[in-house]
C-alpha cells in the first residue's frame, strides 16, 4: 500500500527550513527518503528502522513515529543543490526482497 | 565503486522490436531490482532478484522478461512493447542480507521509447 507524503510541493528560499512528511496505514519496518532531481537517478539520503534507529546524511534529518507509522524528513538551512523530487519508500519486512512502494513524491524548489 | 551502471542511456524501438536493458553493479549485492518511472511519478517495482533467484514479479505482463545471469548483472529483455512502455527504467540494487541497512542504490535508468 502506497505511503502518503504532504506537501506535493513546496517553494523556499535559500536558508529556510522545510518539513516533508510521509504516513502509511500500514505497520513499518522501515522508512527511506530519497531525492531525484530531474533526469537523474533517485539518491539514497536516510533510512529509519522500527525500534529507532536511523542512518543517513549528515547534513539532513529525519523522525520515524512507530505508533502513528509517519515519518518527517527536515531540511534545515536549505541550499539551492536541495531542489529536486523527495520521495518516502516503505518496507513491511526486514530482507531486502521485501516491497520498497514509494509515495507519490514532494517537489522541493529552492531560489535564490 | 558504489555504482550501479545501465546501459544504454536512451532507447527507442519499434512495436515489433527485440531489445535489451543491461544492469551492472560491483558493490558486492546480492538483491537486484528493475524499477518502471513515469514522469512525475515515483518508481514503480518490477522485478527482484535476490540471489540471482527471482523473488518478486509484480505481474508484469510477459513481453518484459528479466534475467539475472550472474551476481553482479540483471538484464531486462524486451519485445512486443507498447507505445505506453514508454518510461524511464531504473536499476537499482541492495546488499541483499537479512540485515538492517539496506538502502537501494540506483542507477542513472534507460529512457525508453516505443514508436
Redesign the interface.
Known amino acids: 500500500q502506497q505511503p502518503v507524503q504532504s506537501p506535493q510541493a513546496v517553494i523556499l528560499r535559500e536558508g529556510e527550513d522545510a518539513v516533508i512528511n510521509c504516513s502509511s496505514s500500514k505497520a513499518l519496518y ?1 522508512v ?1 527518503w ?1 531525492r531525484q532531481k530531474h533526469g ?5 539520503l536516510m ?1 529509519l ?1 522500527k525500534g529507532g ?1 536511523q ?2 546524511h549528515e547534513k539532513i534529518s529525519a523522525s520515524f513515529n512507530e505508533k502513528k507509522q509517519q515519518s518527517s524528513l527536515y531540511l534545515t538551512a536549505s541550499q539551492l543543490s536541495y531542489s529536486g523530487t523527495y ?1 518516502c519508500g516503505t ?1 513491511k519486512g ?4 521485501s ?7 514532494t517537489q522541493l524548489t529552492v531560489n535564490p | 565503486d558504489t555504482e550501479v551502471t545501465q546501459t544504454p542511456k536512451h532507447l527507442v524501438m519499434g512495436m515489433t522490436n527485440k531489445k535489451s536493458l543491461k544492469c551492472e553493479q560491483h558493490m558486492g549485492h546480492r538483491a537486484m531490482y528493475w524499477y518502471k518511472q513515469k514522469a512525475k511519478k515515483p518508481p514503480e517495482l518490477m522485478f527482484v532478484y535476490s540471489y540471482e533467484k527471482l523473488s518478486i514479479n509484480e505481474s508484469v505482463p510477459s513481453r518484459f522478461s528479466p534475467e539475472c545471469p550472474n551476481s553482479s548483472l540483471l538484464n531486462l529483455h524486451l519485445h512486443a512493447l507498447q507505445p505506453e512502455d514508454s518510461a524511464l527504467y531504473l536499476c537499482a540494487s541492495s546488499q541483499g542480507r537479512r540485515e538492517l541497512r539496506n538502502e537501494q542504490f540506483f542507477g542513472p535508468g534507460t529512457r525508453l521509447t516505443v514508436l
Do not use: C, D, N, W
Open positions: 522501515s527511506h530519497y537523474e537517478a533517485p539518491v539514497f533510512i528502522l534507529e542512518k543517513g520521495f518496507r526486514e530482507t531486502s526482497g516491497r520498497l512502494t514509494f509515495g507519490e513524491g
